[in-house]
C-alpha cells in the first residue's frame, strides 16, 4: 500500500465550502479501483487543519491514474483559492494490517 497524509490549511471564511468541495472529491476517488480509503479529517481544536488521508493499492499507477480524474481536476481546481498556504504531503507504508487488511 501506498499511503499519502495530504495537510491542508483553509482560509476560515471558506470552511463549509472546502468540505463540500473535498468530500465530493472523496466519494468519487474511493470508487476508483487503485483506491482502499480517502479519508477527510478536520483537527478538532483548530478546524482550519485538514488532513486527507489516501490510501493507494500501489505506489505508481494508482497515485497516477488519480491525478488524471475529472474530479480529483474539479477539486483542485475548486480549491486553489481557499487554502492559506500550498497543501503538502507525506508518504507512508503500512505496518500493520498487512495489504490484505485494507481491503
Known amino acids: ?34 483506491i482502499t480509503r480517502f479519508d477527510v479529517i478536520q483537527q478538532s481544536d483548530d478546524p482550519t487543519q485538514f488532513v486527507l488521508v489516501e490510501v493507494y493499492r500501489d505506489a505508481d499507477a ?24 500550498p497543501r503538502t504531503r507525506k508518504i507512508y507504508s503500512n505496518v500493520y494490517p498487512n495489504d490484505e487488511g485494507w481491503e
Open 62 to 85: 494508482a497515485p497516477a491514474a488519480h491525478k488524471q480524474t475529472a474530479h480529483y481536476h474539479a477539486w483542485a481546481s475548486a480549491v486553489a483559492d481557499m487554502l492559506v498556504a
Open 1 to 34: 500500500m501506498h499511503i499519502v497524509h495530504v495537510f491542508i490549511q483553509v482560509k476560515p471564511e471558506h470552511l463549509e465550502a472546502f468540505k463540500a468541495a473535498t468530500i465530493e472529491n472523496a466519494r468519487n476517488s474511493v470508487q476508483e479501483p487503485g
